[in-house]
């Protein structure tokens, strides 16, 4: 058989259906980007506010680019959007960046979960919603939100309930030693006693309100927002619990106040799991101690019974029965009882 001399014509190409244009790692760039704070999340649809605190201030809907991946966008993110940012009715954006976050709340299932759950953004406190009685106060759960709030970089607060069922007084002496702001509510026949208190808390500040179901948390945010109208509930007499009324996490301007004002809203959580947050970064909340605990030995838990401990000779150093040794000693139990709420040793 004759040799057929090659012809590049021969060549047969078979078309992509995905068309012939190459794939390139390259991202565009949006220069054309708008600001967006992410006010809502429901169901891959994420409720923004365009140019927060501008003249062009507008909400708005969107949905996540694809590009952005497994990220996830959480209330309080900043984000840049493109597409449609009208607002208008039908209308919908794209989010295609997340801006640098400064603060970031997470939480796991439980102390061995390795799955961190992003909660918020940029928020500057947690405010952790304790009622005083029915239900009883959790102090491990108080304790664990404050780990994670010092996790975080964020201040703790802690907002007590229904203090016209028990004292106060317990909790204060507890939660003030380790820098945690007390403000104490109850709800009255004109409205709630201690709510200026609460609002002079969150001036100019983005703050995270956190609790079990029942404990009044969805009733101070009505009370700051009157426009919220987050649903309320009641506790079962039964189990001593609240019913989860709060679904998703929500961010809320709070009218009548400073400029950057915020509450963002939680859904009633019934467990913080803390498997995120690294024992020896706890320690760094505690700047007088940090400094004294640079003299421990190496490998030293700063537990009660680590031995050669430096912190128990700080408080030592002090004279016996003085009000310095009291207030030493207060400080070291109170950061103990944080360290073991996230190792579960005892301390």
């Known amino acids: 058989m004759a040799r057929r001399e090659f012809d590049e014509r021969d060549i047969r190409v078979r078309p992509s259906r995905r068309g012939s244009r190459p794939r390139t790692k390259t991202r565009p760039e949006h220069a054309d980007a708008e600001r967006a704070l992410v006010t809502g999340v429901d169901r891959g649809r994420y409720t923004v506010l365009v140019d927060p605190d501008g003249p062009g201030e507008r909400p708005a809907i969107a949905m996540k680019a694809r590009e952005l991946g497994r990220d996830r966008v ?32 997470r939480r796991t299932a439980d102390d061995t979960d390795p ?8 928020a500057h406190q947690l405010v952790i919603v304790t009622a005083l009685a029915d239900p009883e106060p959790r102090t491990r759960m108080i304790d ?6 010092y996790d975080a970089g964020m201040d703790a607060l802690l907002a007590l309930t229904k203090a016209d069922l028990a004292d106060p007084s317990t909790l204060r002496e507890l ?8 403000v104490v509510t109850q709800v009255a026949a004109d409205g709630i006693d201690g ?3 609460l ?27 009157p426009d919220a109208r987050r649903a309320t509930g009641r506790v079962n007499d039964v189990t001593g619990r609240g019913r989860h009324t709060s679904t998703s996490a929500v961010a809320l301007r709070v009218p009548a106040a400073a400029a950057g004002t915020w509450v963002i809203d939680t859904p009633g959580v019934r467990s913080f799991g803390l498997a995120h947050v690294e024992p020896d970064r706890l320690i760094g909340a505690f700047a007088d101690l940090a400094e004294v605990a640079a003299e421990c030995p190496r490998g030293c838990t700063h537990l009660a019974d680590s031995p050669d401990c430096a912190l128990d000779d700080w408080v030592a150093g002090a004279e016996e029965g003085s009000e310095l040794r009291r207030a030493r000693a207060d400080r070291l139990d109170s950061f103990r009882r944080l360290l073991v709420s996230r190792t579960g040793a005892e301390g």
Do not use: M, W
């Open 195 to 197: 709510l200026d208190e």
């Open 115 to 122: 799955f961190e759950r992003v909660i918020v953004a940029n």
């Open 175 to 182: 939660y003030e030693p380790i820098g945690v702001r007390v």
């Open 74 to 105: 959480v209330p309080g993110d900043q984000v840049d959007l493109v597409g449609d940012t009208s607002g208008a009715d039908g209308s919908l954006s794209r989010i295609v960046r997340i801006a640098e976050r400064s603060t970031v709340l």
């Open 199 to 225: 609002r002079a808390a969150l001036d100019g500040r983005t703050s995270v309100l956190v609790g079990h179901s029942g404990v009044g948390k969805s009733t101070l945010v009505n009370a700051l927002v």
């Open 144 to 149: 664990r939100c404050v780990v994670a709030a």
